[in-house]
C-alpha cells in the first residue's frame, strides 16, 4: 500500500460514516510515520486499512465500524475500483498500552479532504512503537514479520516497544508476556 491509499481510505472512511476524523490501527498505520520509500516491502505489503471510527462508546464505535466496512470493505464494489479495502473495526480489535492516543500521528492534508478541499479530514494513526505493541500482541505470522522487518530495518525502537509492552492491561498480561519473549529473542538475534 502507498501513501496515497491510505489518504483515499482517510477521506473515504471520514465520508461513509460523516465525521471529521478516524483512527488508523492496523499494518498502515505505518505511513503515518514512515515515508513508504524507506519501509521494507513486508512493512506495506496488506491491501487493506484497519479503520476505528471515533466515537462516544464501543457500541456506536462498532455501528459505524460496520457502515465502513459494509461500503468499503473486503470484496466490495469499492476494493474492485481501487485495489485495497476498508475495514471498519472497534476497540477490542487492537491491544494498545498505555497513552497511545496521546501519541497519534496525524495525516491531514489536500488528499485527505473532500472534493473541493473542504472539510479536511484527519486519519490519526498508531505510533510506529505503538502498532508494532498491538502487532506483537496479535502475534500472528504475518504481525511477527511486520515487526521484524522494521527492527532489522532499524526504523522502530525495540527497547521503546518492550517498555510500551509493559503498560498494558493485566488482563493482557500474557499477550504482553509472549510478545516481549519474541521481541527479546529477535532483538538477540539481530
Request: hydrophobic share 45%; proline share 5%.
Amino acid at each position: 500500500m502507498r501513501r496515497d491509499q491510505l489518504e483515499h481510505a482517510i477521506r473515504t472512511a471520514c465520508q461513509i460514516i460523516g465525521h471529521p476524523d478516524i483512527i488508523v490501527v492496523g499494518s498502515q498505520a505505518i505511513l503515518g510515520s514512515i515515508v513508504e520509500e524507506e519501509l521494507p516491502a513486508a512493512a506495506t505489503m496488506s491491501m487493506e486499512v484497519d479503520i476505528l471510527p471515533i466515537a462516544a462508546d464501543n457500541d456506536e464505535t462498532a455501528r459505524l465500524a460496520d457502515l465502513i466496512e459494509g461500503v468499503a470493505g473486503e470484496f466490495s464494489p469499492f476494493e474492485d475500483l481501487h485495489g485495497f479495502s476498508i475495514d471498519g473495526v472497534d476497540l477490542q480489535t487492537s491491544v494498545l498500552p498505555s497513552g497511545w492516543r496521546d501519541r497519534l500521528v496525524p495525516v491531514t492534508n489536500a488528499n485527505t479532504a473532500a472534493p473541493g478541499g473542504d472539510p479536511q479530514f484527519t486519519g490519526w494513526c498508531l505510533d510506529k512503537e505503538d502498532l508494532c505493541v498491538a502487532k506483537l500482541c496479535a502475534l500472528r505470522e504475518k504481525d511477527r514479520n511486520f515487526v521484524a522487518a522494521l527492527v532489522r530495518a532499524d526504523l522502530v525502537d525495540t527497547h521503546v516497544i518492550l517498555g510500551r509492552l509493559a503498560t498494558l492491561d493485566p488482563n493482557h498480561a500474557r499477550a504482553a508476556s509472549s510478545a516481549h519473549r519474541w521481541l527479546t529473542s529477535l532483538h538477540r538475534r539481530e
